[in-house]
């Protein structure tokens, strides 16, 4: 684990401390979870998605010179079977 140091406003600490008197939780795990949250429901940036989209191009070869145009010909083949 790697240690971190934030600054919260008075609220948000009086409210962390209170959370974790009744959950008995350390203010840090409910920190932890938090930052688990967000980071689960957060939309990825574009550049990110490019990014990813780009490291696939090319990768794979499908044997036949106009996949991208009869990719529609191609997919019904390949459900068929």
Known sequence: MNRTQIQLTEEQHHLLRE???DTKEPIAALIRKAVDQFLLTRR????????QAQAVVGKYEAG????SVDHDKYLEEAYKS
């Open 44 to 51: 990825p940036d574009r550049f990110y998605l490019y990014k």
């Open 19 to 21: 959370i974790s008197k």
């Open 64 to 67: 036949v010179p106009d996949t």
